[in-house]
């Protein structure tokens, strides 16, 4: 189960970094902040999978 959210996570914060990118090469800035929303969820994703593996025995 952890590496399958570990996987949503990383999976997350490539497809906010690509729209993130995507969208500043095109000046849309909805598109850049909905990149910047995906890749945060992403990022606290992991931060979680993180912590929860350091508490394991």
């Known amino acids: ?3 399958d959210e570990k996987a949503k996570a990383k999976g997350e ?3 906010g970094k690509t729209e993130e990118t995507a969208g500043r090469a ?3 800035e909805r598109l850049e902040a909905k990149g910047q929303a ?8 992991q931060a979680k999978e ?3 593996d350091a ?3």
Not at 38 to 45: F, I, L, P, V
Request: proline letters at 4%; a positive charge.
């Open 38 to 45: 995906d890749k945060s969820k992403g990022d606290a994703r």
């Open 26 to 28: 095109v000046g849309n």
């Open 50 to 52: 993180k912590t929860k």
């Open 13 to 15: 914060q490539v497809k």
């Open 1 to 3: 189960m952890a590496a």
């Open 55 to 57: 508490f394991k025995p």
